[in-house]
């Protein structure tokens, strides 16, 4: 096989940066995003808060004990998927391999997209530019003949790194490369194979793999491979197939009407509808259309694009509804419908997918070993995890995939 080239792509300090960027008054300053529950922790802070020694987890007490000045911000789940969606359709531009790995991260398989686009770090500097100027943050990258390496160089030099890794670079970049920095290995199985005399990925990627695979079970052969930087896994699409253009409902009335109550009645039962269909197939729209038919078969129709995509049949019905206030009715109405277009998956509710459902089973494998040694405190990123309550979306989140959908 020849050599792939995957991009991984990571925001940095992703939700700080985006209040930061939509509230100027919060920039250059410490600030940590929180949840709004009343035991929430710090889900991410800027880098303003990280040099102060504000850290991911800590709870608001602890980050004002090392930094009196934090500026606490409660976060905005919808903000965020709206940049991350954002962010995937610039990607998405490059190659349709676009691998959504959590809220702010994403791979992409550049392997064919070179002949067209060119070199893929000047790929990655476009990107960079594209996101700063469109949203006013910063990415890091990393390139590498697959995910795991791509993974770690993108963390290489945060923030607003761009690491390329070429093959020939892996083996002696893993030789003194500290166990710990591969995805997957936590700050405990580290100290499990540092009792084992392994530190670094050249010792693991030496020791006998029958040894790993005693003590660790299937996941000591992973161990193993990861250690020698070999990670065959491809880059799965997070859309197989594209979004539906629009979602409607409409109805005949049983005789013709004037009356606005009615219509505003009507309209709620099929924005409800349409909101349904919406959420049963992962999507949301951002643009909502008013059809009307008089009395005479004269039609009429008028949308409105709204700041965000939404699927909610209150929220639909709304948008529907200023359209139909704003009109004068000139006749009495015999067919009223509702339109939901502009639509996108829904990054807030995709579901698991068949594929991702195999990868789950390995990172079960992987939280079993965790249990069992207290440690893989990151999977491999294959579950869709999200806080629980009414905190902010965990920034390990991810919108796992998606699966097909039929919407007529
Ligand atoms: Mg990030």
């Not at 100290?191 to 996941?219: N, Q, W």
Request: glycine share 8%.
């Amino acid at each position: 096989m020849s050599e792939r080239i995957i991009l991984h792509i990571d925001m940095d300090a992703f939700f700080a940066s985006v209040e930061q960027q939509s509230r100027p008054a919060l920039r250059g300053k410490p600030i940590a995003v929180i949840g709004s529950g009343k035991r929430t922790v710090i889900t991410t802070s800027s880098y303003e808060a990280r040099a102060r020694g504000v850290r991911t987890g800590m709870n608001i007490f602890e980050g004002r004990t090392v930094c009196p000045e934090l500026i606490l911000v409660v976060g905005n789940n919808r903000k965020y998927a709206d940049t991350s969606r954002g962010i995937v359709e610039i990607l998405q531009d490059y190659t349709p391999l676009v691998e959504v790995y959590s809220i702010d991260e994403a791979f992409l398989d550049l392997t064919g997209s070179i002949r067209l686009f060119g070199s893929p770090e000047g790929i990655a500097r476009r990107i960079k530019e594209r996101i700063r100027k469109r949203f006013g943050i910063r990415c890091s990258i990393g390139i590498a003949p697959n995910k795991l390496l791509a993974k770690l160089s993108a963390g290489l030099e945060k923030p607003d790194g761009l690491v390329r890794l070429r093959p020939e670079e892996v083996p002696s970049l893993m030789e003194r490369l500290p166990v710990t920095q591969l995805c997957g290995i936590g700050k405990r199985l580290g100290e499990h194979l540092a009792a084992l005399g392994i530190r670094t990925c050249g010792e693991l990627g030496c020791f006998p793999m029958a040894d790993l695979c005693r003590r660790f079970g299937m996941v000591g052969e992973t161990l193993s491979v990861m250690a020698r930087g070999i990670d065959l896994s491809p880059v799965v699409p997070l859309c197989e197939e594209p979004a539906p253009k629009s979602i409607g409902h409409s109805t005949t009335l049983s005789r013709d009407i004037s009356d606005k109550e009615i219509l505003h009645r009507t309209l709620l039962q099929l924005s409800e509808r349409v909101a349904r269909r919406a959420r049963r197939n992962h999507l949301c729209g951002r643009t909502v259309t008013l059809t009307l038919r008089y009395a005479d078969f004269s039609t009429f129709s008028k949308r409105v694009r709204l700041a965000h995509f939404l699927h909610h049949g209150p929220e639909i019905y709304l948008a529907a509804r200023e359209i139909l206030s704003s009109l004068r009715l000139y006749q009495a109405v015999r067919l009223i419908g509702v339109t939901l277009s502009g639509l996108t998956r829904d990054y807030l509710q995709l579901p698991l997918f068949a594929e991702e459902r195999k990868r789950e089973e390995i990172s079960r494998a992987m939280d079993a070993v965790n249990d069992r040694y207290g440690m893989f405190t990151v999977t491999w990123g294959t579950l869709l995890k999200r806080s629980k309550g009414p905190g902010v979306i965990s920034p390990a989140w991810r919108p796992a995939g998606s699966h097909y959908v039929n919407v007529r």
